[in-house]
T-cell receptor, first 116, second 114 residues
């Protein structure tokens, strides 16, 4: 079974530029998550999708971050414009999303963003 | 306000000995706890979990203990192997749906020396 795919793996941009990350979850997984992991911290949830609907985006800085999952499969996360403090690893995860109880989340390798 | 705390940034143990990684939490609504392992340049991988209705869960060399009254859990690795060297994250969840989102600690870097 293929895992969660993310691209690019690394990205370096200047502040105020725009950047986009792509995620392809495990086939059949209904729930998709984007996390931000700043160096020395644990991952922090940015947004959760159930199929193509947003379940939780309470921690997404909506003035500069946006995400979409149009066909309920792959997803993109965009930052526009980027700030220095956005330097982090952006992790995508997916889970089966069945009802009731906890669903194990499977993580992709992440995209390391450096904002100069 | 950190709801999940891993107070030891690093831990070093000798191969063959026991590794004990600790985690404290503050939110009494958490009902599911997980440990993830992360190697450099890779995403976290699930290691072991425990429901709040249990106080122990064992999987091979890995055992997680939960003390609800103390809001504390620990991961025991016995015996420790050099391949266990990684960053270990404790995570907690407060149920399914949107409440099932994971809250992570800052991680503990484990080094197992041959």
């Amino acid at each position: 079974e293929a895992g969660v795919a993310q691209s690019p793996r690394y990205k370096i941009i200047e502040k105020r530029q725009s950047v986009a990350f792509w995620c392809n979850p495990i086939s059949g997984h209904a729930t998709l998550y984007w996390y931000q992991q700043i160096l020395g911290q644990g991952p922090k949830l940015l947004i959760q999708f159930q199929n193509n609907g947003v379940v939780d985006d309470s921690q997404l800085p909506k003035d500069r971050f946006s995400a979409e999952r149009l066909k309920g499969v792959d997803s993109t996360l965009k930052i526009q414009p980027a700030k220095l403090e956005d330097s982090a690893v952006y992790l995508c995860a997916s889970s089966p999303g069945t009802s009731g109880g906890y669903n194990e989340q499977f993580f992709g390798p992440g995209t390391r963003l450096t904002v100069l | 306000d950190q709801q999940v705390k891993q107070n030891s940034p690093s831990l070093s143990v000798q191969e063959g000995r026991i590794s004990i990684l600790n985690c404290d939490y503050t939110n009494s609504m958490f009902d599911y706890f997980l440990w993830y392992k992360k190697y450099p340049a890779e995403g976290p991988t699930f290691l072991i979990s425990i429901s709040s209705i249990k106080d122990k869960n064992e999987d091979g060399r890995f055992t997680v203990f939960l003390n609800k009254s103390a809001k504390h859990l620990s991961l025991h690795i016995v015996p420790s192997q050099p391949g266990d060297s990684a960053v270990y994250f404790c995570a907690a969840s407060a149920g399914g749906g949107s409440q099932g989102n994971l809250i992570f600690g800052k991680g503990t870097k484990l080094s197992v020396k041959p």
